[in-house]
């Protein structure tokens, strides 16, 4: 199998929000199937479903994926709460004509799918999220994850220079990464090498996908194409308080967790899944935090579905 965007991605749509902000997303799927919103990870982008390649044709899925405020081609929105991205979703939902829609959010897209299901459970149908993160703060990170992730997670909060270093850092290794994949679909063996020091092995797998780790590094490459500052933001808010209520949600909550995930711990997973009311928790023990995505995304899209 080979990862290639579909051709009939449109990848660079765009709303004028209310406050004159511009909103850019891209669209995956089939133009007539269930719709369904999907919120990337952090720090990435609305590319992030290329991942998945063609397989998202054969879903019956409408995935709308939205850059947030100040990543990608979206415009940045000072001081922006989650609050305030169920707002824009909310403009948006409208502007495709959809009163109810399915969530799916990967990785950091988690803490925002459960706010939308939260604060408008009127529109949603169902609450997925996969390799889902929560506050990056919490007992259950610092004490599992390594080193350098935590570090991401302690600038995030602390240090805002040293969280500006590693995303500039992120950015110069995209391009340079985004220039040497031209000639190859497949990682190189030096990439193979690194990736095996920081990941564990059913995610390296999952980025030997011809095609794979292109489509991971250009949605990263695409969230800093402005710079840092919006990606900045981003990453704070996984380390301050969240301004919604999770123990009181009445949308059908679902989530997907790999046994092995190194980017967020399955423990903190258990601990907030448990606090949501109604929410299920399916454990893939042999999956990472890319390949529990990758390699179930017909369990996921089933949920959506139900």
Not at 104 to 111: A, C, V, W
Not at 176 to 187: E, L
Request: one cysteine or more; proline letters at 8%.
């Amino acid at each position: 199998m080979t990862i290639r965007y579909l051709d009939m991605a449109s990848l660079n749509e765009q709303l004028v929000l209310p406050d004159g902000r511009k909103l850019c997303w891209a669209e995956y799927g089939h133009p007539d199937g269930l719709p369904v919103f999907y919120f990337h990870g952090c720090p990435s982008s609305r590319l992030e479903p290329g991942m998945f390649g063609d397989q998202l044709s054969s879903t019956g899925l409408r995935i709308i994926a939205p850059d947030r405020p100040g990543i990608g081609l979206s415009d940045f929105q000072p001081s922006r709460s989650f609050e305030d991205w169920v707002n824009d979703i909310v403009h948006l939902a409208d502007h495709l004509a959809w009163p109810t829609f399915a969530l799916l959010g990967n990785s950091g897209g988690g803490p925002y799918v459960v706010a939308c299901a939260a604060l408008i459970p009127e529109r949603v149908t169902v609450a997925a999220v996969v390799s889902g993160g929560w506050r990056m703060d919490a007992p259950e990170v610092k004490a599992n994850l390594p080193f350098v992730n935590r570090l991401f997670w302690m600038f995030a909060r602390s240090f805002t220079p040293g969280l500006r270093l590693m995303l500039t850092a992120m950015r110069k290794s995209g391009s340079s990464a985004k220039s040497d994949s031209a000639a190859s679909d497949s990682p190189s063996a030096n990439d193979l090498k690194k990736l095996r020091s920081m990941l564990p092995p059913p995610d390296v797998a999952a980025l030997s996908v011809p095609g794979r780790m292109r489509a991971t590094s250009a949605a990263t490459t695409e969230a800093l194409r402005n710079g840092t500052k919006g990606v900045e933001w981003d990453a704070r808010m996984y380390v301050r308080p969240f301004d919604f209520d999770h123990t009181s949600i009445r949308v059908p909550v679902r989530a997907f967790h790999g046994g092995l995930d190194r980017n967020v711990p399955l423990a903190l997973v258990k601990a907030y899944t448990a606090e949501i009311p109604g929410a299920t928790l399916t454990v893939w023990p042999d999956d990472g935090h890319l390949s529990a995505p990758c390699n179930h995304l017909s369990e996921i899209v089933e949920a959506l579905k139900s």
